[in-house]
């Protein structure tokens, strides 16, 4: 069986702490449902973006976050499976016991009509520079699913676990393509299990692209068997993430309590989802109701802009006719 080699330095130590501050911070504030499905939604943008970038592919932020609006219906086939590769990931991560079968269907989705489907999914027949040999692959996936399984991994801190099973997923290289993406979609799915989702507020993604020369310099180190500057970096990526959440969130919350004071929290759905709308896109205008709100009718939708003009949280400009919403 796989036995991962490492000690725990002060580094490691420190960044963990770090990260157990921020994440106790994090999940003792309360803030409005729109700013969670808000912090929620920038950090699935900024997963799907990255990654793919990784992959040599380039979207614009305002692509992936029209699809996952629903304002835009048609986009790549590659942002739509990352998407749906991240659903999968949210269903996966309510198995307690994980194997390589599940990270098979995830790579069968985030691939899906983008290889050929004899590719997708399984393990790959040819060789691949810096990865395992195609001969070693389904041994070596099973043997780091067993040690992920078992009692030494467990035992583990799952902040490691984490960033052990990303650094030999990378080493594997188990796939023909998009196998960057599926280690980070196994890290993902390995934090959530251990209890570090953190309300899915951060992602890693980001971080690994712009320090992408550090990131595969620690990994090259990790394939010098001893995992420990491996993660020292991957502990500090991570502390520095769910920092940078932690503010965010001390801010939000801040703001909850003195829309609590003044009566403003009381909103509908639709209203939030209106609030939301106007925080990624600035303004709302008459013409775009019925992507935004397909179904729904566009009086309905002028009562709800008057109640969140009444609370003074939005404004409305121009004429009748021209008429355009923003957030004060």
Known sequence: MYVPEYTITSEILKNVASIEHSKAVIESQAVLPHWEQQLQKEAKIRAIKFSLATEGLIFETSEIKKYLDGISKKTSQEIENFKNALDEVDEVSQIKELDEVEIKGIHKTLTEKVLPEIKQG???????EGGAMPEEILASMVELFDWYNSLDAQET????TCGIMLSQMEKIKPFDAMNSS?????????????????????SLEEFFANEK?????????ADEEDLSGWLEFFT?????????????????????KLAKASGRVHLTERQERIV???????????????KVFPGISEDSI?????????????????STKSSRYELR
């Not at 939301?276 to 019925?290: C, H, I, M, T, V």
Request: charged letters at 30%; a positive charge; proline letters at 2%.
């Open 122 to 128: 399984r393990y790959r027949s040819s060789k691949l």
């Open 157 to 160: 801190h799952p902040i490691l």
């Open 276 to 290: 939301e709308f106007l925080q990624d896109y600035g303004l709302l205008q008459n013409r775009a109701f019925p």
């Open 182 to 202: 599926i280690s980070k979609l196994t890290a993902r799915v390995c934090l959530k299990v251990g209890g570090y989702g953190i309300n899915d507020y951060y």
């Open 302 to 318: 002028l009562r709800d802009l008057k109640v969140l003009m009444d609370a003074k949280i939005v404004v409305r400009r121009g």
């Open 213 to 221: 020369t550090a990131y595969l310099k620690a990994l090259h180190g």
């Open 236 to 256: 500090d990526a991570m502390a520095r993430e769910v920092s940078n959440v932690k503010e965010k969130v001390v801010l939000l919350a801040r703001d909850t």
